[in-house]
């Protein structure tokens, strides 16, 4: 008696439902997800959490403090830091682990005398939606950054957003 072998045709099925579900859970706006590549932390940003932030420290220490940060997240490389009259730019690259699609991601320092202003982006090189991963970027960034100086110092917290304005 001969058997018949049944292919086993749910197996790519599965992976590709798998997949979808994946995209459909790491989508935050699908609006934007689909059709834009870039993210700013900036006053009129849709996310709270994407809004500049002002600090009681002296600028050299946030930028130490926002370097360490970045150290702290594989995947990302330390590119350069550049200073032009009282602002200060750190450049860091991104690159997706299955996508290989490198991000950019640009955070400023403001020095307002006794206090600082941090801003930033993030901008794919890709021209296709970034599906929600450069603002993912800029609160990654943002949330290590609280972690590091939380360790640093007592001093940390930024000042109130009235001061921020």
């Given amino acids: 008696m001969v058997r ?10 599965t992976i590709a439902a798998i997949a979808v579900l994946a995209l459909v859970v790491a989508i935050d706006d ?12 900036a006053e009129d940003a849709g996310d709270p959490a994407l809004r500049p932030l002002v600090f009681d420290r002296p600028a050299d220490e946030l930028i130490d403090a926002t370097r360490r940060a970045a150290q702290r997240i594989k995947s990302w490389e330390y590119i350069g830091t550049a200073r032009i009259d009282n602002a200060s730019t750190i450049v860091f690259e991104r690159t997706g682990r299955v996508s290989r699609i490198t991000d950019d991601i640009i955070i400023r320092v403001e020095d307002l005398g006794h206090r600082c202003r941090l801003t930033g982006e993030s901008r794919s090189r890709s021209r296709l939606g970034d599906l929600g991963q ?6 990654r960034i943002l949330a290590e950054l609280a972690v590091v100086l939380e360790n640093d110092s007592p001093y940390a917290r930024p000042a109130s957003d009235a001061l921020a304005r």
């Avoid at 699908?30 to 932390?41: E, L, V």
């Fill in 4 to 13: 018949i072998r049944r292919r086993r045709r749910w197996i790519p099925w």
């Fill in 134 to 139: 450069n603002p993912r970027n800029l609160r």
């Fill in 30 to 41: 699908p609006m934007r997800d689909f059709t834009t590549n870039h993210a700013a932390i």
